[in-house]
């Protein structure tokens, strides 16, 4: 599985080379709570977004080796580095202003406490958190930081 940007096949490298991009579940309430939560806090407008379920990110999926079904693998591309799972929202985090800034430090956080945390919320999020029946549709306002704007209709 690829960790950086640049050892992502072609056409797909070009499509996101150069910016960071948060793609998220747009069928949960958390992921997209989190999606809200990151466009409320960037305030530097650094992330891009893409929704799992969209084009771009089942074509992203599919080339990490993820399920194209099954989005309990949150992803996060920040200078050229693909993050998954918690140190993916350990990245975000990092990226954003002061306070949410120190969440950063839960990268250091080792995997083998990280993981079964991140991967038991993640297979119960519907469950806890409930689920859309239909794809999160960004605002007009929004949809220009959206990579698959194009295609959000098909998702």
């Known amino acids: ?3 950086r940007v640049a050892d992502l096949p072609d056409p ?3 499509r996101i080379a150069g910016r960071d991009l948060i793609v ?5 309430v958390l992921c997209s709570g989190f999606f809200r939560f ?3 806090h960037d305030r530097a407008e650094r ?3 893409a929704i799992a379920q969209a084009p771009l990110g089942q074509e992203l999926y599919a080339a990490l080796g993820l399920p194209t079904d099954d989005f309990e693998t949150n992803l996060i591309i920040a200078d050229g580095i693909i993050y998954r799972k918690g140190p993916a929202f350990a990245a975000a985090m990092g990226a954003l202003g002061w306070p ?3 969440l950063g430090v839960l990268r250091y956080v080792p995997r083998v406490i990280s993981e079964p945390v991140y991967n038991r919320i993640a297979r119960n999020r519907y469950r806890i958190f409930g689920q859309y029946d239909t794809c999160l549709m960004p605002t007009p306002e929004l949809r220009g930081r959206f990579l698959d704007r194009g295609e959000l209709q098909a998702a």
């Open 12 to 14: 797909l490298r070009h």
């Open 100 to 102: 949410w800034r120190a």
């Open 38 to 40: 990151i466009v409320r």
């Open 24 to 28: 998220f579940d747009g069928e949960c």
């Open 1 to 3: 599985m690829p960790d």
């Open 47 to 49: 992330f891009s977004f």
